[in-house]
């Protein structure tokens, strides 16, 4: 016989939608992770664009779009993206300006292994000889997680470390205005150090198995919520 218990009940109604929620939202990841893969896919495929041509503030989609550009590394002011990972190593990724003819363009040169310690910065030597690049365009996606504070600049600020890649606040701290999203350099590239990117950081398959186990805990609460509600009374 079913027994009403107020109190599993509320407990029962209020998680299961929330644990439904969470499978559901993992099963919208795999999806996006698996439309921004096909789509990194198809234009690593395509002939690159020459960086004047693009349409920066446009309603075109430039993700992974493959570009071209001709210009000079500004070697003097370049910045040091903070806790990037390589191999269980720490290190940063390197943005570099590169100053061409359609505006000053952050380029990430790759990732770059840490200095013996935090006050060691690596050595981030780069020709300042007119060169061309070829890269892809990076728009993040979602709020980055930051995992400190902005050291000061102190006496002698270049390399300048960051903890986000923040256009807005790289132009205020160069004084001069940048293109809106950075490049990642493509092997091969001039000036690139190691790759350390992928379009997606979690496979659609880890999304998937989230997912499940989601609902799968959904399912075990079901389950034990009609087990305590058909239990005989003890006498």
Do not use: C
């Not at 992770?33 to 896919?41: F, I, V």
């Not at 200095?115 to 000889?129: C, I, K």
């Amino acid at each position: 016989m079913f027994h009403f218990n107020w109190k599993l009940t509320l407990f029962t109604a209020l998680l299961l939608p929330f644990l439904v929620y969470l499978g559901l939202w993992q099963l919208a990841r795999e999806q996006e992770k698996r439309e921004t893969q096909a789509s990194y896919d198809l234009r690593a495929t395509q002939t690159p664009v020459q960086i004047a041509s693009i349409d920066w503030q446009g309603a075109d989609d430039i993700a992974w779009l493959r570009v071209a550009a001709t210009g000079r590394y500004d070697a003097s002011r370049q910045f040091l993206l903070d806790n990037r990972i390589n191999q269980s190593r720490v290190g940063y990724e390197l943005i570099t300006p590169f100053r061409t003819e359609a505006g000053l363009l952050l380029v990430n040169r790759g990732w770059i292994v840490q200095g013996a310690d935090r006050q060691t910065l690596p050595d981030v030597n780069v020709t300042g000889q007119e060169t061309e690049i070829l890269g892809a365009v990076y728009v993040p996606s979602g709020d980055i997680m930051v995992l400190g504070d902005e050291e000061p600049a102190g006496e002698n600020p270049w390399p300048r470390v960051i903890q986000r890649l923040d256009v807005a606040q790289i132009s205020a701290i160069l004084n001069e205005p940048v293109l809106p999203y950075s490049v990642r350099l493509e092997p091969g590239a001039v000036g690139l150090e190691q790759i350390n990117w992928q379009p997606v950081t979690l496979s659609p398959e880890t999304h998937r198995v989230y997912a499940v186990q989601w609902f799968f805990m959904a399912t075990v609460l079901v389950i034990l919520y009609l087990i305590f509600s058909f239990r005989r009374p003890e006498i």
